[in-house]
């Protein structure tokens, strides 16, 4: 089973850019599709972005699009997040997640409950 552990997170200015890793062990990242998540304090678990590891497309909630990126580097078995232009509404603990499925398209991948291994979270300040 993958383990993945996530790191980069930070206090920022809001326009500020950020990048966040998710690390894997234990198994090749590349096996997995892999969501971002994130969560504010008394809100729900959030799907932000999903890397297909069927076909390497990519997927973003209409709030981030044209500010987020995922990325990754299987030689370092590890995905990125790359948050730009950020704003003090994406102030969150985020989560990187590897899917139940292998080979998954990423469909309906806002919902928590389609990736199996999670991180611990890093969290993202983003003051005005």
């Known amino acids: 089973e993958v383990q993945l552990a996530e790191s980069g997170g930070g206090l920022v200015q809001a326009g500020g850019s950020l990048k966040l890793s998710c690390a894997a062990s234990?198994?090749?990242?590349?096996?997995?599709?892999i969501g971002w998540f994130r969560q504010a304090p008394g809100s729900e678990r959030e799907g932000v972005s999903c890397?297909?590891?069927?076909?390497?497309?990519?997927y973003y909630t209409d709030s981030v699009k044209g500010r987020f990126t995922i990325s990754t580097d299987t030689a370092k078995n590890t995905v990125y997040l790359h948050l730009n232009s950020l704003k003090p509404e994406d102030t969150a603990v985020y989560y990187c997640a590897a899917s139940i499925w292998p080979d998954y398209d990423c469909s309906g991948y806002r919902l928590p409950a389609f990736f199996g291994s999670w991180g611990q979270g890093t969290q993202v300040t983003v003051s005005s």
């Open positions: 234990g198994s090749t990242i590349s096996n997995y599709a």
């Open positions: 890397l297909s590891n069927t076909d390497s497309s990519t």
